[in-house]
């Protein structure tokens, strides 16, 4: 099988404009959470999706946002950007909701000017 | 909410050595560690996992041990190859909060 896939792998993007990030699952996988990995927070969880509907959130405003379709595919927004939100976004996929295993892709490193 | 703590932050070794990487976490309901191994450029791979009703879990040259009581679990890699170095995470997740809390990394040098 395939492993999870992020596009694009790197986005330049200038302060207070939005960007949109897309990750397509491991096929047959219907969960997808997003991680934001930065050197000095570490790895943090930022939502997870199941269903197209958003299961679970952690502690990043509301700028931050996503979404998931019928093909299990998710996409999460960032909106008015900052120089902090500067990271690397991971997104993993797992068979099933809440599951314990996940999978992650490359993921996608965003620089904000 | 669950905290994870993973010490050493660096771990230089020598090629064959061992190496062993500690986490601890605060949350008595969590349930499920999972181990990462991330190389530059590259997403965390899971090498190993082990849930609470286990205390050892071993695969190949790694292992997974988990003292439930003091609230600790260790990665050992024994004969370490060049190939080894890398960022290790562990993780953590409780049926309540249901997310995986991730330590802050060691990062894994073996000298040849």
């Known amino acids: 099988k395939a492993g999870v896939t992020q596009t694009p792998r790197y986005l330049i993007k200038t302060r207070g404009q939005q960007v949109t990030l897309s990750c397509s699952p491991i096929s047959g996988h219907r969960s997808v959470s997003w991680y934001q990995q930065t050197p000095g927070q570490g790895l943090q969880f930022l939502f997870e999706?199941?269903?197209?509907?958003?299961?679970n959130k952690g502690n990043f405003p509301g700028r931050f946002s996503g979404r998931q379709f019928s093909n299990s595919r998710s996409e999460m927004n960032v909106s008015t950007l900052e120089l902090g939100d500067s990271a690397l976004y991971l997104c993993?996929?797992?068979?099933?909701?809440?599951?314990?295993?996940?999978?992650f892709g490359p993921g996608t490193r965003l620089t904000v000017l | 909410g669950e905290n994870v703590e993973q010490h050493p932050s660096t771990l230089s070794v020598q090629e064959g050595d061992s190496a062993v990487i500690k986490c601890t976490y605060s949350?008595?309901?969590?349930?499920?560690f999972p181990w990462y191994k991330q190389e530059l450029g590259k997403g965390p791979q899971l090498i190993i996992d082990?849930?609470?009703?286990?205390g050892e879990k071993k695969d190949q040259r790694i292992a997974v041990t988990l003292n439930k009581t003091a609230k600790h679990f260790s990665l050992h890699i024994t004969e370490t190859q060049p190939e080894d170095s890398a960022v290790y995470f562990c993780?953590?997740?409780?049926?309540?909060?249901?997310?995986?809390?991730f330590g802050t990394g060691t990062r894994l040098l073996v000298s040849p």
């Open positions: 999706y199941f269903s197209e509907t958003q299961r």
């Open positions: 949350d008595s309901a969590s349930n499920y």
């Open positions: 082990i849930r609470s009703n286990v």
């Open positions: 993780a953590a997740r409780s049926t309540g909060f249901q997310k995986l809390v």
């Open positions: 993993a996929s797992s068979p099933e909701r809440g599951g314990d295993t996940q999978y």
